[in-house]
């Protein structure tokens, strides 16, 4: 375990579904992202919040939509999802997302797939 | 916006086998440089940084790396593969300044498969 608990590891869901991923760290960090981590290509950054406000949104589609209640807790609500959706959502924390030495931890993952 | 290249996507080695992996990037202002690694089924793991000093640094399994300003480079090398070694390694870089201050751009990763 790094600190940083993802769920559910593995979604399937249908185009007209509504499903959330939940992301926890235990890490006293400041801030959380949300990457999508597809086939052959470089790890995208989605979202970023820090001490719960959003301070990045990578012109990621309105069908995903990020929540971060608490410092501890980030989630991403997918709805009317399309099928190349389908990837790897990694949750990560740092201490500072500001700072250039700026060293990430990662959660496992939940693997997405949409039918 | 800066950019991370890893030339290299597929790399079959036999144990015992000398690694080195290739890093490129395209910021020219001050970086920091990660390598990170994801074994099957695991979750992407720091394996050494770079902020600033020795340009060559060691990270943990007997992995290192060395930052050649002048090249934009951050080449992972291993003298001695293991078959544990097998996974996904990605570099990447952020930069202290800017508009893209502590944004962490990673590379598409190199997949590397030790055989016994």
């Known amino acids: 375990e790094t600190g940083v608990t993802q769920t559910p590891r593995h979604l399937v869901m249908g185009m007209t579904n509504k499903k959330s991923l939940k992301c926890e760290q235990h890490?006293?960090?400041?801030?959380m992202y949300w990457y999508k981590q597809s086939a052959k290509k470089p790890l995208e950054l989605m979202f970023v919040?820090?001490?719960?406000?959003?301070?990045e949104n990578n012109s990621v589609p309105s069908r995903f939509s990020p929540e971060c209640p608490n410092s501890s807790h980030l989630f991403l609500h997918l709805h009317t999802l399309q099928p190349e959706d389908s990837a790897l959502y990694l949750c990560?924390?740092?201490?500072?997302?500001?700072?250039?030495?700026?060293?990430?931890?990662f959660g496992a993952g939940s693997r997405l797939t949409v039918l | 916006a800066q950019s991370v290249s890893q030339h290299n996507h597929h790399v079959i080695l036999s144990e015992a086998a000398s690694l080195e992996l290739g890093c490129n990037y395209s910021?020219?202002?001050?970086?920091?440089l990660f390598w990170y690694v994801q074994y099957p089924g695991q979750h992407l793991q720091l394996l050494l940084k770079?902020?600033?000093?020795?340009?060559l640094v060691k990270g943990i399994k007997g992995f290192e790396a060395e930052f050649i300003k002048s090249k934009f480079s951050f080449n992972l090398r291993k003298p001695s593969v293991q078959w544990s070694d097998t996974a996904e390694y990605f570099c990447a870089v952020n930069s202290d300044r800017g508009s893209t201050l502590g944004r962490l751009y990673f590379g598409r990763g190199t997949q590397l498969t030790v055989w016994p």
């Open positions: 910021y020219g202002g001050t970086v920091n």
């Open positions: 919040y820090s001490l719960e406000e959003r301070v």
């Open positions: 890490l006293g960090h400041n801030a």
């Open positions: 770079y902020f600033s000093g020795d340009p």
């Open positions: 990560a924390s740092s201490q500072d997302w500001r700072s250039g030495a700026n060293v990430l931890t």
